[in-house]
Nanobody, 124 residues
Framework: QVQLVESGGGLVQAGGSLRLSCAAS????????MGWFRQAPGKEREFVAV????????YYADSVKGRFTISRDNAKNTVYLQMNILRPEDTAIYYC?????????????????WGQGTQVTVSS
């Protein structure tokens, strides 16, 4: 089992920045690729970013590429999402997730463990 707890959400004006953190406990954190997803009201949960076990590979949704950066610190069992140049359409609940898949995946169904989410609201 892996327990995930997100933090760092809040209210920010368009153009601003936030840094989300996700602290993991339980099984060895470094054995999991880690992803960030988000879900806006009335919409399906969507992929935002993923990082490989070592942190050497990263992949982003087109909608956040160039604005968001995913990183991890395996010594601290934490994954981060730095969000810059935020837009109102980034408003959502943001979730971190851990995948037991062998590969590097952006599909919701491939993630086995989820945090409770943190709200990000971007005002125009």
């Amino acid at each position: 089992q892996v327990q995930l707890v997100e933090s760092g959400g809040g209210l920010v004006q368009a153009g601003g920045s936030l840094r989300l953190s996700c602290a993991a406990s339980g099984r060895t954190f470094s054995s999991f690729p880690m992803g960030w997803f988000r879900q806006a009201p009335g919409k399906e949960r969507e992929f935002v970013a993923v990082i490989s076990r070592s942190g050497g590979n990263k992949y982003y949704a087109d909608s956040v590429k160039g604005r968001f950066t995913i990183s991890r610190d395996n010594a601290k069992n934490t994954v981060y999402l730095q969000m810059n140049i935020l837009r109102p359409e980034d408003t959502a609940i943001y979730y971190c997730a851990a995948s037991s898949s062998v590969g590097f995946t952006m599909f919701v169904g491939d993630y086995d463990y989820w945090g409770q989410g943190t709200q990000v609201t971007v005002s125009s």
